[in-house]
């Protein structure tokens, strides 16, 4: 792995952790200002701009990274043309989003929540969005590092300024939604200093070449951690969805640590296959999806045994029913670290049309699975059936990728097995000593793999001595 790559990848994870901290203290702060039925209209809400964010990019983000990534090409061109459909796009759907939300939900307290939180953080998120994809591409991460920390900056200082002030529910859900307004106005202006942007360019039409699998792929992932809020309003009452969402964000944000990896690798997976390094991109995906595993292992130990502590510390009595579904959707951080690594390799290979495939069939069973099972077991119900919807997915990944058998035998079985048997040994151990069950099993789970896995033991290596290479050059001011 090349420096410029793992740079990359400091610089996103160290913003991420930050970013996703404040989000995750607003969101908090949030949660206990409001009651559980306001929490729960705000969650419906946030989903539904999500939905509406998707459709303002359809896919076009990613065959703009497919498209700069080629060798020869003019990227000022590209990037105005993408600027351009995507703010076509932002003013259509914001229309369209207006009528849909009258028309499809009776809740009038409801739809005024909508209405608050949606369309500024809908253009907020756009803006910042067309800022980072620029930034993926030209693998200046730094630069997305600063967008998301300063995006998240705003939103917690605006949150406390509202809690602070006490001010009322629905003009603290507008000033949120302002928050991620300055974020995006913060991105273009970063931008435009690192490009000249016309809009007078012809719209490059390369863009939607093969357009049609990422905008389905691209619905569905979106439409993957939304499905549950906007599904179970109709199988719970809002304070129970409330419930689910206060322990659905927490692995939702966290997921965000491995997947900085995915969207460092990504590019170079592009690149690797554009250049019909095939053997190169299978390997460096393989490394993909181990690291990821490993950080998304740590990720789910960690939230699984603090899991009480979180809820207790940090929330009211009235969300302590939220401690079972958050230990149960901690599952989610490993199983979607796999997951992502394994469809990036499909996608950056040609094979968008089978991780779309796979992804629309573990949609529809996903769905089914949630309603039903929020319908019997309530949130409970509903956090196991996220938890067997990764699953399905990941299953389903695995049965059309060109290299199943070396994911299946060198990743997926001794792993899985690695962290099932310790888990359970541990847990039946230690099952009233949160704390300690979580530092010891991080150390056997971390050294295990490491002994295990000798390629990912020598990039690790490798790390630490171009690190303490750097460091001494920078020493002796060479």
């Not at 002030?165 to 273009?188: K, N």
């Not at 009595?317 to 796999?338: H, K, M, N, R, T």
């Not at 002994?451 to 990039?459: Q, R, S, V």
């Amino acid at each position: 792995m090349g420096r410029s790559l793992l740079n990359n990848i400091i610089h996103l994870f160290y913003s991420t952790i930050l970013a996703n901290l404040l989000q995750a203290v607003s969101l908090i702060a949030l949660a206990n200002f409001f009651n559980a039925q306001h929490y729960g209209m705000f969650s419906v809400a946030i989903a539904v701009t999500f939905v509406m964010l998707f459709f303002t990019d359809l896919g076009l983000s990613n065959t703009f990274l497919r498209e700069g990534a080629k060798d020869g090409v003019d990227i000022r061109t590209i990037l105005s043309s993408y600027i351009k459909i995507r703010m076509v796009l932002l003013t259509c759907i914001t229309i369209i989003g207006y009528i849909v939300i009258h028309y499809v939900y009776e809740d009038r307290n409801l739809i005024y929540m909508m209405i608050n939180v949606m369309f500024l953080m809908l253009v907020g998120l756009t803006w910042q969005n067309i800022g980072i994809a620029y930034f993926q591409l030209t693998e200046h991460m730094k630069y997305i590092a600063l967008i998301k920390v300063v995006s998240a900056s705003v939103v917690i200082i605006i949150t406390c300024f509202c809690i602070f002030g006490d001010l009322p529910v629905y003009v603290t859900a507008r000033l949120y939604g302002f928050g991620y307004l300055i974020g995006g106005i913060f991105s273009i202006y970063v931008m435009k200093r690192k490009t000249n942007i016309s809009m007078n360019i012809v719209i490059h039409k390369a863009l939607f070449w093969q357009l049609t699998p990422f905008i389905v792929s691209g619905f569905l992932i979106m439409s993957t951690p939304q499905l549950a809020p906007i599904l179970l309003n109709y199988t719970l009452p809002l304070s129970m969805v409330g419930i689910f969402a206060v322990a659905y964000r927490m692995p939702a944000a966290l997921y965000q640590v491995p997947g900085v990896i995915a969207g460092a690798f990504f590019p170079v997976l592009f690149k690797h296959y554009n250049q019909n390094n095939l053997e190169e991109h299978t390997k460096l995906n393989l490394l993909q999806i181990k690291s990821m595993t490993i950080v998304g292992i740590c990720m789910t130990i960690g939230l699984y045994n603090l899991a009480p502590y979180f809820i207790s510390i940090f929330f009211h009595e009235e969300w302590s029913s939220a401690v079972e579904p958050l230990q149960i959707l901690s599952f989610l951080i490993v199983l979607q670290s796999l997951n992502i690594a394994i469809a990036d390799g499909l996608t950056t290979s040609g094979c968008q049309n089978k991780r779309t495939a796979v992804q629309c069939i573990a949609l529809v069973i996903g769905g089914i699975m949630l309603y039903s099972f929020s319908s019997i077991g309530g949130v409970i119900g509903a956090a196991y059936a996220m938890v067997l919807f990764e699953i399905v997915a990941l299953v389903g990944y695995i049965a059309v990728s060109v290299v199943k058998k070396k994911i299946v035998f060198q990743i997926v079985i001794p792993y899985t097995i690695y962290f099932g048997v310790t888990f359970i040994g541990v847990q039946y151990i230690l099952r009233t000593y949160n704390l300690i069950a979580l530092v010891l099993h991080t150390l056997i789970v971390v050294v295990g793999i490491l002994l295990y896995d000798h390629e990912l033991k020598n990039l690790l290596l490798s790390f630490v001595r171009k690190t303490r290479k750097k460091d001494f050059i920078t020493k002796q001011g060479i």
